[in-house]
């Protein structure tokens, strides 16, 4: 998390000068593997991230003496839980740093990996299982979201669509939790609402996965658009509007075109910030105040971070800055909301493949006015992870649900931004490959610690982070409610959870 320093008073914000906060950060268009001269893996993310944070700190500095900064950027601060579980092995805590971004969104490259090797092999195969070995591993992947990437164009085999079929064994098999499409490069720009690419995008609208499609141009945007609105008309796609949700990567390359802000006036469609840089980022921010402040939506809503690496690389520090500029027509919490917020609502749903099995929950419950018995919890849980028969798909924190994201408070006042780090799911499998679970983790009030062990399967499984009982579905709630044990000793409860798990 960057920490960040209010250099004067602010008081229509409540905000004294010398006041600090946190700001979570997510990157949402990162790439891995290996493309010519393109190269990386999750430290050179971390590394890339040390050095973004480097170059901040420089360019600063001079911001501050033009007096351009509201906020200045003073330190870094890691999530306690990820950097205790990098920590808990030598070899994973070489690459415990690079915490100016806490989450990454990666997906391939058209890489060296991406051609299929065989008749009806569907191109990006080996890039997505590459995708999954990082991103669904301890301890990557309490940092790392993977989204695969797919050729629409690939053809049919059985009457089936490989493409489509590649991203079904994405989501159901390897847990990947979103979808790349690059019109370019795999050569579909003139038929996006066409055909193949339409029903790939049904299709990820049907597993309720994000879609980010790179966009070079303003007309690739109206394309996209264009097939938004022709599967909003279609009853054929009913399943897949409900959830669908599209990301332009690059907003077009042109962040002052009215047809950017006429598609992000659609509610199923987001803007991504990487490329752009200088001049054009104050260009986006102001647009998108003046042209979607008057929408349903609040406009900050309609942006996400990201850096493009290794395409691109420290120019993703000049978003950053601006949201932390006079200049910026916004709040914290609307920085905030840019900065990880909507990335993190978009994605919605903790790692799960078709490994796991419907089975009731079982919550415990116990007295936890110190938080020692989560703490020992967690110390007794990166112990089955580091030793055990437990791997971790992924560590995800609870959000507030889209629309009600708050302002985050200053650190002295407990410095909370909207991701509840004592709140959080840890998707756990078995390295066999023959079980998989959630253990959800939530504070309740009167200082109660809930730890609830869920299926990732089912109708009682867990389908959103967001953290609203509304938001959660009735039958999970009653079989919650149905399935909870309260205890008194703290030794009682560790011991149970412990069996859950061994």
């Known amino acids: 998390m960057l920490v960040i320093r209010a250099v004067e008073d602010l008081p229509n914000r409540g905000i004294k000068k010398g006041d600090e906060f946190q700001l979570y950060i997510v990157d949402a268009h990162h790439h891995m593997g290996r493309e010519k001269g393109h190269k990386n893996t999750p430290s050179g993310a971390y590394d890339f991230y040390a050095q973004l944070w480097f170059e901040m700190q420089k360019k600063s500095e001079t911001l501050l003496n033009e007096e351009h900064l509201l906020f200045e950027p003073i330190g870094l601060a890691a999530p306690k839980l990820a950097t205790k579980l990098f920590q808990s092995r030598p070899n994973w805590a070489r690459v415990d740093h690079g915490w100016l971004v806490d989450r990454t969104i990666v997906f391939p490259y058209t890489d060296d990996y991406s051609i299929p090797s065989s008749k009806g092999e569907p191109s990006f195969k080996v890039s997505n299982d590459k995708i999954w070995s990082w991103t669904t591993r301890a301890p990557h992947s309490s940092r790392l979201i993977g989204f695969a990437r797919v050729n629409p164009l690939d053809g049919s085999l059985d009457g089936n669509l490989i493409a489509v079929k590649e991203l079904d064994r994405s989501v159901f098999s390897l847990g990947l939790r ?10 579909f720009v003139d038929s996006i609402d066409k055909n193949e690419p339409r029903e790939v995008v049904k299709r990820a ?3 309720g996965i994000p879609v980010i499609f790179d966009t070079r141009n303003i007309r690739t945007v109206v394309r996209i658009k264009r097939l938004v609105d022709s599967m909003r008309n279609d009853p054929d796609c009913g399943a897949a509007i409900k959830g669908l949700r599209v990301i332009l990567a690059h907003c077009g390359m042109t962040p002052g075109d009215s047809r950017l802000y006429e598609a992000l006036k659609d509610p199923l469609i987001f803007a991504e910030t990487s490329t752009l840089h200088d001049k054009d980022v104050p260009v986006l921010f102001e647009s998108a105040y003046e042209r979607l402040g008057a929408s349903p939506i609040n406009w900050s809503e309609k942006i996400l971070f990201g850096t493009d690496f290794s395409f691109l ?7 950053i800055l601006y949201l932390l500029s006079r200049d910026f027509p916004g709040t914290l919490a609307d920085a905030q909301r840019v900065l990880a917020g909507n990335a993190l609502s978009l994605v919605q749903s903790p790692y799960r ?8 929950p079982i919550e415990l419950i116990c007295k936890d006015e110190s938080f020692t018995i989560q703490h020992d919890l967690e110390d007794q849980i990166i112990k089955l992870l580091t030793g055990g028969i437990w791997d971790l798909g992924s560590l995800d924190f609870m959000i507030p649900p889209l629309g ?3 302002e985050p408070s200053c650190i002295s006042k407990g410095g909370f931004n909207g ?9 756990l499998k078995s390295k066999e490959k023959s079980k998989e679970m959630h253990f959800w983790i939530r504070r309740r009030p009167d200082s109660l610690l809930s730890c609830t062990v869920l299926s990732t399967q089912g109708m009682t499984r867990l389908e959103t982070l967001e953290n609203a009982s509304q938001k959660l579905g009735q039958v999970l709630l009653k079989s919650i409610s149905d399935h909870s044990q309260t205890y008194q000793s703290s030794r009682e409860m560790e011991s149970e959870v412990l069996k859950l798990l061994s």
């Open 205 to 207: 609208g049907e597993l």
């Open 404 to 406: 009600t994201w708050p």
């Open 313 to 319: 690389s420290v120019q993703a520090m000049d978003v």
């Open 353 to 360: 493949t078709t490994m796991g099995s419907s089975e009731p």
């Open 419 to 427: 991701v509840d780090m004592e709140s959080y799911v840890l998707s």
């Open 178 to 187: 979103g979808l790349k499409l690059h019109p370019l490069a795999q050569l």
